[in-house]
């Protein structure tokens, strides 16, 4: 017996309602922990050196990256904890816990005690880094496939957004109420994003939870593996460091914080709308591997922008948004294909464990790109080090297509999905 239209139209509605609130529940918790990754990326450095930290030392805070890097150390971990006790329970206690170290870090000046601040944001990028395996778990079960594009448009909008508020949001009000404004305000923030999250914690939950444990050496055994983990570790270096070169050579152009803090937040919002505009679109129309191939080229191309307006002395406000936003557009809808091509890959018997294993990757090179940019800079000057890291961006264009098209996705199964709607 076939079921009745009006039977399907109510599933097709529960369905997509469920869908709704799934997309935001991801949404609020990658928007979250954008927020401790805006701070440590997009203003920490610039604080810094604001107060006279030299290069050398303001190198040192690559390290606050370490937990997004070895995140895959404990992914197994807190998958299997997961599985037992529930994702959205584990998510909710981590993110409250966030709080706390927010409005305790707001007591420390890093311009006074530097190593105790240090340790702090790098706690507070522990408890988030965590946090993200979970949410991976939630976004990898339902989203492969057909939703791939729109997950990873989603993901990286959503914590764009949260670096916006982590980064120039925290350099706006340190600029007027000094160091502890910007941390209980960030702790105010994320209160509010846990109060949303409260009554969708249920979304949370993966939509099929294999009850065999999670483990590593699973993972490394998945065909592909290498490639992926060689895709996820070197596509973002260069723009990532040239991202880092960026801050103390805006103070040290004399340009000021407030300007600093807008070029961040215009640079985020482009880049959020190019994951939006330009990557989701072409991932759903061409397919994830194909959209590599689109955007890989310009992306490489406008490594060189920071060069260029050096070298011809024409690092002026206008220029630096037009150029740097464009960079920062074309670098987005890239982002979302590299990482909807990783998600098709990923396992759903491990939800939280691959994917995260892979964002380790791109987390490890911002912390070598971060902790080497600056000392390379302080030794050959910015100029030398924008034309070497530009260089080697080209360079590694060979290795992204490379493993770009020895990944084997797992079928394309938006097309196929297409075509049975078709028939």
């Excluded at 509605?13 to 990754?37: C, D, F, N, V, W």
């Excluded at 305000?185 to 294999?210: H, K, Q, S």
């Excluded at 630096?320 to 557009?329: D, M, R, V």
Aim: proline share 4%; net charge positive; charged share 10%.
């Amino acid at each position: 017996m076939k079921p009745s239209v009006n039977s399907v139209q109510i599933t097709h509605a529960e369905t997509s309602k469920t869908l709704l609130k799934r997309l935001l529940a991801i949404g609020l918790m990658y928007g979250s922990q954008g927020i401790p990754a805006g701070l440590a990326f997009n203003a920490f450095a610039t604080i810094l050196r604001h107060s006279g930290t030299p290069l050398k030392d303001i190198g040192l805070t690559g390290l606050v990256f370490l937990p997004w890097a070895l995140k895959c150390f404990w992914s197994g971990i807190a998958d299997n904890a997961g599985k037992r006790v529930g994702y959205g329970h584990l998510a909710l206690r981590t993110h409250i816990l966030a709080v706390v170290l927010c409005l305790l870090l707001g007591a420390i000046s890093p311009a006074q005690h530097f190593l105790m601040a240090l340790s702090g944001v790098l706690l507070l990028n522990t408890v988030f880094a965590t946090q993200d395996i979970l949410t991976n778990a939630c976004a990898v079960s339902p989203m492969k496939g057909h939703n791939a594009g729109l997950a990873n448009a989603l993901q990286v909008v959503t914590f764009l957004l949260g670096m916006v508020i982590g980064g120039a949001g925290s350099l706006i009000i340190y600029e007027r109420y000094g160091w502890r404004g910007a941390m209980w305000g960030m702790a105010c923030e994320l209160f509010v994003l846990w109060l949303a999250l409260l009554p969708l914690r249920a979304c949370i939950e993966p939509a099929n939870i294999f009850q065999k444990p999670s483990r590593l050496m699973d993972l490394f055994r998945q065909p592909g593996f290498r490639w992926a983990f060689l895709l996820a570790l070197i596509f973002k270096f260069a723009s990532s460091a040239l991202a880092i070169l960026l801050q103390p050579w805006l103070m040290d152009q004399a340009f000021s914080l407030d300007f600093s803090g807008m070029l961040q937040m215009s640079n985020i919002i482009c880049a959020a709308l190019g994951d939006a505009i330009l990557g989701f679109p072409a991932v759903r129309s061409f397919g994830s591997q194909r959209a590599v191939g689109l955007f890989v080229w310009p992306a490489t191309l406008l490594l060189g922008t920071l060069l260029l307006l050096t070298i011809t002395g024409r690092a002026t406000q206008p220029l630096l948004y037009i150029t740097l936003g464009l960079e920062n557009f074309i670098d987005g809808g890239f982002y979302v294909s590299v990482w909807s091509v990783l998600m098709n890959w990923s396992s759903e018997e491990r939800p939280g464990t691959d994917y995260s294993f892979l964002q380790c990757g791109e987390s490890l090179a911002n912390v070598l790109s971060s902790i080497s940019i600056l000392p390379l800079a302080a030794v050959i000057g910015y100029r030398n080090t924008s034309l070497i890291t530009a260089i080697f961006g080209a360079f590694m264009l060979i290795f992204v297509l490379l493993a770009t098209r020895n990944i084997s996705e797992p079928g394309n199964i938006w097309h196929f999905h297409r075509k049975v709607s078709k028939d």
